[in-house]
């Protein structure tokens, strides 16, 4: 079973922690399917995002995936209720695979600017390991646990 995991930091340069987990990959303490980065510097309106190429397997999603997530998490409040209503019904594809409002309400409520964001689609993690590797950094951690038949679905949709 896949995790999308998202630890949240207090400052925006805090997410940029890839060294940190190609060092658990490294130990084989966690399996890394996929990530990517939200920084908010304060004052700025929106966030930067990027897709971390160098954690990306075989299995990697495709920049859509981050892209869909992302727009629903920070961009669509800003776009207009015509906008918002359309990719309602395409958020709505993402609550099949295991991403529900209730995940994207907290997330869009935690992420604000002054803050970044390190999203993990991981499996195998063990996690007492994993949060201790972050110690330091205080990050808040957020998650949400895909079953198996969500995260086919979710491959099927945004694989390559």
Request: charged letters at 20%.
């Amino acid at each position: 079973m896949a995790t999308l995991t998202v630890w949240k930091f207090s400052t925006p340069e805090g997410a940029a922690a890839e060294a940190t987990l190609v060092d658990l990959r490294k130990q084989d303490l966690i399996v890394i399917h996929d990530a990517a980065t939200v920084s908010w510097p304060s004052g700025a309106k929106r966030p930067k995002t990027r897709q971390l190429s160098s954690m990306t397997g075989a299995g990697a999603l495709s920049g859509s995936f981050w892209g869909l997530l992302f727009g629903l998490l920070f961009f669509v409040p800003l776009l207009g209720m015509a906008v918002g209503a359309a990719a309602g019904a395409i958020g709505g594809s993402l609550t099949d695979v295991g991403i529900d409002d209730d995940f994207i309400t907290s997330v869009r409520s935690r992420v604000t600017p002054g803050t970044s964001a390190l999203f993990v689609l991981s499996s195998d993690a063990v996690m007492d390991r994993v949060t201790a590797a972050f110690e330091g950094q205080d990050p808040e951690l957020i998650q949400s646990s895909l079953s198996d038949e969500e995260e086919a679905k979710l491959r099927e949709v945004f694989s390559e």
